[in-house]
T-cell receptor
């Protein structure tokens, strides 16, 4: 069945440092979505990647989809305290199945 | 538009009680789904629906029932609550099965 592994589980960074979370699958993904959930909030859609090798940017956020469509990453450049939250990838191949998430803490 | 509305926001149940979590969306979305979120487990899909009259099971459907009589509403029923069902429940909708999800604000459920 669908399963995506997400690493790391937690990441603590100093404000201004970079951050990356990785999403890996043993099977080829049709497309992948990324969501952000602030503490106490609900998940909010960030982006969807569909094409092999696709790279998309949103300000300081860079999203990549692997060439083999089995992995994806989210990279944040120069983190800010507003980046705090949990970042989820979600496999949209059949049903929308979420990874376990990476919780980001940013220290000022 | 209110988006996706979930009620109640908080609920405490005793083991064996039944209840219905309500979810309504006013965006005319065909696709609706229910997730539960537990610490360290991410979001797990319980049930989903691709349109009125059509429902299907997700990853963790046992102990839960759903129905979709209208496009707007997708209630989640717990027939006999168990402590293992203590969790935060999120309802979400999308215009298409492949589209981005819009989430409700969640229901925090405790089963004692």
């Amino acid at each position: 069945g669908q399963q995506v592994m997400q690493i790391p589980q937690y990441q603590h960074v100093q404000e201004g440092e970079d951050f990356t979370t990785y999403c890996n699958s043993s099977t080829t993904l049709s497309n992948i979505q990324w969501y952000k959930q602030r503490p106490g909030g609900h998940p909010v859609f960030l982006i969807q990647l569909v094409k092999s090798g696709e790279v998309k940017k949103q300000k300081r956020l860079t999203f990549q989809f692997g060439e083999a469509k089995k992995n994806s990453s989210l990279h944040i450049t120069a983190t800010q305290t507003t980046d705090v939250g949990t970042y989820f990838c979600a496999d949209n191949t059949d049903k929308l199945i979420f990874g376990t998430g990476t919780r980001l803490q940013v220290f000022p | 538009n209110a988006g996706v509305t979930q009620t109640p926001k908080f609920q405490v149940l005793k083991t064996g009680q039944s209840m219905t979590l309500q979810c309504a969306q006013d965006m005319n979305h065909e696709y609706m789904s229910w997730y539960r979120q537990d610490p360290g487990m991410g979001l797990r899909l319980i049930h989903y629906s691709v349109g009125a009259g059509i429902t299907d099971q997700g990853e963790v459907p046992n102990g839960y029932n759903v129905s979709r009589s209208t496009t707007e509403d997708f209630p989640l029923r717990l027939l006999s609550a168990a402590p293992s069902q203590t969790s935060v429940y999120f309802c979400a909708s999308s215009p298409l099965r492949e589209g981005k999800l819009f989430f409700g604000s969640g229901t925090q459920l405790s089963v004692l």
